[in-house]
């Protein structure tokens, strides 16, 4: 590893963790229908206006003792979990996305218009991820704003159509838009079967979502992890007594794991599958 490569995975690291600092904003001012654009940071306890030295990525965190410096109430563990989480996934998404850039640091525009697609892409996963979890909402914008990207992707290849060879998947808009739709109908039919026991339209809203950026058959590898990991984690609560069978766990961030797994292991997976097997 050369020192030009370590400084290309310091930068990737330090605007990811950036980037984390302000997805928890958007999280929040989504969560309390402010402008994430305008408007200084507070402290969501005392409300007090944060200066630059609060709001350095885990550092800040760190030096403050996780609590606020006006108030002395804890901060939440959730703002330095989605800075690193940010930076990991940035420099795992760019090795993947645009191989060799992270070693070589050639790259193609085409490429690099990519990168920043998937880069985008992270930040709306995890901002979905993170609202249900808190919440039990998936964000309309941020599914909105999913949709939007994907979309432009599809254009920006028919423009450009090298890009498609980078693009997770390599499917054609018809591809990414039935699979969006089929599997926007099926949750919508798990919906009105169950009442809105099972899942809830936010569901269906991210499943249309996950159609436009998997196709198929890659999210069928992303569902069976969604699926699979919610069993676990559920009837692992149930069996700690933390939860109970009627009792609601919020199955957006299942749906957001699987789709990560789909970008990051169903082409491995699924050539081990064939190789092991057929």
């Keep these: 590893m050369d020192f030009f490569e370590i400084l290309r995975i310091l930068a990737i690291t330090g605007g990811g963790l950036i980037a984390g600092s302000f997805i928890n904003c958007v999280i929040w001012r989504l969560h309390t229908a402010e402008n994430f654009i305008t408007g200084r940071s507070y402290c969501p306890h005392c409300r007090h206006k944060l200066v630059a030295i609060d709001l350095v990525p885990v550092f800040s965190f760190v030096a403050l003792a996780g609590k606020c410096r006006y108030c002395a109430k804890k901060i939440s563990w959730q703002y330095p979990a989605v800075e690193i989480a940010t930076a990991i996934m940035a420099l795992a998404v760019t090795n993947i996305a645009v191989p060799g850039f992270l070693r070589f ?35 309309d914008e941020a599914v909105v704003a999913g949709a939007v990207l994907a979309v432009v992707m599809q254009i920006f290849a028919v423009v450009s159509p090298m890009s498609r060879a980078f693009i997770f998947g390599g499917h054609d808009f018809g591809n990414l838009a039935l699979t969006a739709v089929f599997s926007a109908f099926v949750f919508l039919a798990i919906v009105l079967v169950s009442k809105g026991k099972w899942m809830g339209l936010g569901d269906v ?30 009837l692992g609560l149930i069996a700690a007594g933390r939860k109970k069978m009627s009792s609601e766990i919020p199955f957006g961030p299942f749906l957001v794991l699987g789709t990560l797994a789909a970008i990051f292991f169903s082409t491995p997976a699924v050539n081990w599958y064939l190789s092991a097997f057929i």
Excluded: C, H, R, T
């Design 105 to 139: 640091g050639f790259i193609d525009p085409a490429m690099a218009v990519v990168l920043v697609y998937y880069w985008a892409i992270l930040a709306v996963l995890e901002i979905i991820f993170v609202s249900d979890i808190l919440w039990y909402i998936i964000p």
């Design 205 to 234: 809203k991210y499943a249309f979502l996950m159609g436009l950026l998997l196709g198929f058959p890659q999210i069928l590898f992303g569902l069976f992890v969604a699926f699979f990991s919610g069993a676990v984690v559920g």
